[in-house]
């Protein structure tokens, strides 16, 4: 136990890495699925960061829309750091203009989601992913 509380060696790396990449993959397509209730979509339409763009409508689309890709990237582990980069811009639009970029409270959560895709970055996918496959078999 001793070991195991106050090592600085990580326990179980690739494979958490890989769990917590699929959960937050999951979170995702949660949300993004909201591209698929037109009710929801309007109801987005008319915040106010929406109501003066161009195409409010077009602009929430978009942005369900690359939650869902990116988060089903993300679930199955494929092209792990294009779906984390979608999901820096996406969610980091989301932190920074929507949310006026008060991080420290009220939009935590999609900052959340940036943080987490920079870790994906930088360690890869972990466990369980089809990059391992498809790397692996052409290197």
Sequence with gaps: MKRFLFSTDPIWLSKGIGLIRIIIGLFLIYHGSEVFDVDKIKEYTTWDSFKNSASPAAMV????????????????????????????????????????????????????????AFIFILTGPGSWSLDKLVYKNKA
């Design 61 to 116: 689309y978009l942005g369900k829309g690359a939650e869902l890709v990116a988060g089903c990237l993300l679930a199955i582990g494929l092209l792990t750091r294009v779906a984390c980069i979608i999901i820096i811009g996406t969610l980091g639009y989301i932190s920074f203009f929507i949310g006026h970029g008060k991080i420290w409270y009220e939009d935590q959560y999609p900052f959340l989601f940036v943080l987490l």
